[in-house]
């Protein structure tokens, strides 16, 4: 049988096969009006049966019952390719679109989530609490002032020499460009299921960049708080349809994977340079009042 050859109907709901690269399972050719239906993780996909595949259309008919229902109280972009997580906090459903067009999960099939930057924890979240972990972006970009401004001095040194000759730029003078890693590269988020077709769904989003050219460290600070922002959006959102009974813990520097809370202790050491770094934000305008109390209460164990 030629590649372009007559395919017999689809043996789900009888409908014309396409001639040009059809699907398949367990060798049968499947419309794509009944193939697209699919939406589970990609390792049971590939190991699909005739039977499994009409046991999930029995699912995604259930499924589209939650579709029916689904209210949006919360949007959250998430990621370069617009990644949508959209909830539906009166029904505790979740949908990983911009629109209940997926799979539609109820928040008690959530085990688990964790947010990540990088392989560092910032989140950490399941039925037995909320765990915050203090992230250390904020010092480490600090940390690299002094590198910025060398950089910056050396553009405007190397301008200064460019108009030496006849009071014109002329771009003749080398320039520095800034080369250095950020603290972090990307945020991770995973959420763990107890789920018939999902086990868990991964999506990033990366982490803010410094200007190559006109690096600037409190430019990419309000970036990452902008960041946080979302994240925290998103922590809310999981907790409200799927741990709503969860409390809240801290996890103070030092003590990520060691299970050890920060409730009932005594505030680290250096809290209160910390705190005054994050005042020295706040004056600068990177974060707001409301931010900075909730930054001096976190680290204050409050």
């Not at 459903?93 to 109820?106: G, I, Q, R, W, Y």
């Not at 763990?192 to 769904?201: A, E, G, I, K, R």
């Not at 340079?273 to 209460?297: N, P, R, T, W």
Request: charged letters at 25%; proline letters at 6%; a negative charge.
């Amino acid at each position: 049988m030629g590649l372009f050859s007559k395919k017999p109907p689809c043996p789900i709901c009888g409908g014309k096969i396409p001639l040009i690269l059809p699907s398949k399972i367990e060798g049968e050719y499947i419309c794509n009006n009944c193939y697209n239906k699919i939406d589970m993780d990609a390792d049971k996909e590939s190991n699909l049966t005739m039977q499994g595949f009409r046991e999930y259309l029995a699912f995604y008919d259930q499924n589209q019952i939650l579709k029916g229902q689904f209210v949006v109280s919360e949007r959250i972009d998430f990621g370069l390719w617009d990644t949508k997580i959209i909830f539906d906090y009166q029904n505790k459903l979740f949908c990983m679109s911009k629109n209940p067009d997926k799979t539609v999960f109820e928040g008690r099939q959530l085990k688990s989530f964790t947010i990540r930057e990088d392989s560092t924890p910032l989140f950490e979240g399941s039925a037995a609490g909320i765990r915050r972990y203090t992230s250390t972006v904020t010092e480490r970009a600090m940390a690299m002032a002094p590198q910025i401004a060398q950089i910056a001095a050396s553009k405007r040194m190397a301008r200064t020499l460019d108009r030496l000759d006849d009071g014109k730029v002329n771009n003749s003078t080398p320039v520095q460009y800034f080369d250095i890693p950020e603290p972090f590269q990307a945020f991770h988020v995973e959420l763990h299921f107890d789920h018939s077709y999902w086990t868990v769904l991964k999506c990033d989003m990366d982490g803010p960049r410094f200007n190559n050219t006109l690096p600037d460290v409190n430019n990419y600070l309000r970036s990452y708080q902008q960041s946080i922002e979302e994240i925290e959006k998103l922590v809310a959102a999981l907790r409200m349809v799927a741990f709503p009974d969860a409390a809240e813990q801290s996890i103070g520097p030092g003590m990520v994977g060691m299970g050890v809370l920060q409730t009932n202790m005594a505030p680290p050491a250096d809290a209160i340079e910390e705190i005054k770094k994050y005042k020295a934000l706040m004056e600068d305008g990177v974060i707001s009042q409301q931010e900075f109390e909730a930054k001096k209460k976190q680290l204050l164990g409050i």
